[in-house]
């Protein structure tokens, strides 16, 4: 059997954590050791209602192999106080995530085993297989799963309301856990033995730095047994209902696995680069659509992060019909000129707590009409009408005033906040305290409110007006002097002529990361050498310059320490997008300034590729030394950012 190993494997970084997405909103993930950390670590977990609904029904397993030589553990886990068993994770010798993640271990009398898992595309099903690197007789591997059968955020706890039992048809095993929660599928090409069990007290180490619950129950039904010298030892799991005719009931479980293995490999050679492929992993099914996941593994689809996120996840990519399909489901949730900040489920009460996600869906518009100029199949008429209609409510809707005191200002600038709401993308909250509320006019919000009013009136001459008075008052009020860049915010509190001197990021899309930019010549140069100075880290932008009495250093602890950290100084990488776009455009978009670029910003975040969440990009990252990851390992906007750059930006 050909092996899936390869010879260059990841250096070995037993906390970095691997991702496994299904296409659905479901996924796969855990650490590189095996041992788990996060309560959102699973081997299976699905979700009912695409990209939400998410439940874990298999959290992971223990693994032991019997030789003649005595026997030896495949897996490791953390238990409460501080304690690590078995050992297997010290037998791990290599490991890959390319085109899978895919294990080596090394018993203690030679004998190496290779573990492979995947996840299949658009299915809830896990294929796990386990083969001898060198056939021979006398080895037999057991592996015993861990059940629950919860939401995704909460945590599990022995109880006897819990079903060990389960039915058999053939080689598959079917357990109903709880009656409201999916039933779990299981094929196998080994025996089963029934041997129900409570482990308790797993501990998962960043739940507790993050000041959460962080102890857990699980449950085992049994253990399934292979003879390894009779071939792979295979085990697939999935969430019934959610299978897609993938598990035929007349076939063998070793033709299925390769069928899967097969249909999988093909489909990932494909993607032109390892940043493709990540970014395939965020994009989900919504309905019969498609629609962005933010980031893995708690967040769901948000409508800030999708309009952002989009330009590099599919534009870049060319995925264009992906992006189409995207825009036009927002399209159709348009409220008083506002889309909700995050898509609403079926029954759910839309959340409308955002000024910039509806200018960012128009900078998102006309990125994706620009891409399909010339591609008329990719985009009707109806479908640019539709999309022109949308951007069209929102500018009325923001113009004539809308909810949260959002309106265009006598001056053509864009007022927007209330107290007790957060409505930038510096949204922290915790306790009904607003960390950062930023009310009057922030920066960032007037360089997306006039790039949307440049984009409008391309196709609607009466927003020149206000176009051009918005320029102006923007030119003239926010050009901090004495500092030698831009304030953060402008008429603070609704107070006219109040202003904000904090030297924050938001001031590069006066620059780059969007469309037109609203300051150039020696102002754009000074506003980007000062972000570069102040804010620049190998891993993307300070969120706070560190000379401020209101930075901070570390992104940890509980809730309220970390969310008032969370804007106050802590990396954004997604910045990284609109930094390197401004400092290309201030050194005219040469191709040295190109190359340039590529070396001092790209190439760090190629290294970071394999340090936390491998082949993908942290949501933040510490603002102090040494640059901690923190947040989620994998996130959509920070991906979305770098192939912008990589496929966009930089190789023009």
């Known amino acids: 059997m050909e092996s899936t190993i390869l010879a260059a494997a990841t250096p070995f970084n037993p906390t970095a954590e691997w991702l496994e997405a299904d296409g659905l909103g479901g996924f796969a993930s855990g650490s590189v050791s095996g041992i788990r950390t996060r309560r959102y670590h699973a081997l299976l977990l699905t979700a009912t209602a695409p990209p939400t609904g998410r439940f874990v029904l298999v959290n992971g397993f223990d693994a032991w192999v019997d030789t003649p030589h005595g026997t030896c553990s495949l897996s490791s886990q953390r238990y409460a106080p501080d304690v690590i068993h078995p050992d297997g994770a010290q037998r791990i010798k290599s490991f890959t995530i390319d085109p899978w993640p895919c294990w080596r271990f090394e018993l203690d009398d030679g004998t190496v085993i290779e573990h492979e898992l995947f996840v299949c595309h658009n299915t809830s099903v896990v294929a796990l297989a386990w083969r001898l690197q060198t056939p021979r007789t006398g080895v037999s591997l057991s592996v015993r799963p861990f059940f629950s059968g919860r939401d995704y955020h909460s945590l599990h706890h022995e109880n006897p309301a819990f079903r060990f039992e389960g039915t058999a048809q053939g080689v598959q095993r079917r357990w109903q856990l709880y009656p409201d929660v999916p039933a779990i599928l299981t094929l196998s090409n080994g025996e089963y033995i029934h041997q129900p069990d409570w482990y308790r007290n797993f501990s998962y180490t960043e739940e507790r730095a ?12 049994g253990t399934f047994r292979w003879d390894m010298s009779k071939g792979e030892a295979i085990l697939i799991l999935a969430a019934e209902g959610h299978e897609n005719g993938v598990l035929p009931h007349n076939t063998s479980t070793e033709n299925i696995f390769t069928a899967l293995r097969t249909a999988e490999k093909r489909r990932r050679s494909r993607f032109p680069s390892p940043l493709h492929r990540a970014a395939d992993a965020y994009l989900a099914q919504r309905g019969t659509g498609k629609t962005l996941v933010a980031g893995y593994p708690w967040f769901t689809d948000w409508g800030r992060d999708t309009f952002i996120a989009l330009r590099g996840l599919c534009l870049a990519t060319g995925r264009l019909e992906e992006a189409r399909d995207i825009l036009l489901a927002w399209a159709g949730t348009v409220s008083e000129g506002m889309l909700p900040n995050r898509f609403p489920d079926h029954g759910d009460t839309p959340e409308f707590n955002s000024v910039d996600a509806s200018l960012w869906y128009i900078i998102a518009v006309h990125d994706f009409l620009q891409a399909v100029e010339d591609k008329p199949r990719k985009a009707s008429q109806k479908v640019r009408s539709t999309l022109q209609e949308a951007i069209e409510a929102i500018l009325t809707g923001f113009a004539k005033g809308t909810r949260y005191g959002i309106h265009a200002d006598a001056d053509g600038l864009l007022a927007a906040g209330e107290a007790d709401q957060q409505l930038t993308w510096m949204d922290a909250r915790v306790d009904g305290h607003v960390i950062t509320p930023r009310i009057g006019k922030p920066v960032e919000i007037q360089a997306l409110w006039l790039n949307a009013l440049h984009i409008a009136s391309r196709f609607a001459t009466h927003w020149q007006e206000l176009l051009a008075r918005g320029r102006t008052a923007f030119q003239q009020r926010f050009w901090h002097e004495a500092g030698g860049y831009v304030y953060d915010v402008v008429d603070v509190d609704h107070q006219p002529g109040m202003v904000d001197a904090a030297f924050r990021p938001n001031q590069i899309f006066a620059v780059g990361g969007l469309p037109i930019a609203l300051i150039e010549g020696a102002q754009a140069k000074c506003i980007v050498d000062a972000v570069e100075q102040r804010l620049w880290t190998p891993l993307g932008l300070r969120s706070l310059a560190p000379d401020d009495p209101s930075y901070v250093p570390h992104y940890q602890g509980g809730v309220w320490q970390r969310d008032s950290a969370y804007h106050q100084g802590t990396v954004w990488p997604w910045l990284v997008g609109p ?66 750059l990589e496929l966009s930006v930089l190789s023009r």
């Open 210 to 221: 993050r000041g959460l619950d962080y102890t857990e129950d699980l449950a085992t039904p």
């Open 579 to 644: 930094f390197v776009e401004a400092w290309v455009r201030v050194r005219g978009n040469t191709a040295k300034a190109k190359r340039e670029a590529r070396e001092r910003f790209l190439a760090p975040l190629f290294q970071h590729l394999d340090n936390a969440g491998i082949g993908h990009i942290s949501e933040i990252v510490d603002g102090d030394t040494p640059h901690t990851p923190r947040g989620c390992p994998f996130q959509a906007w920070s991906v979305g950012e770098m192939l912008r």
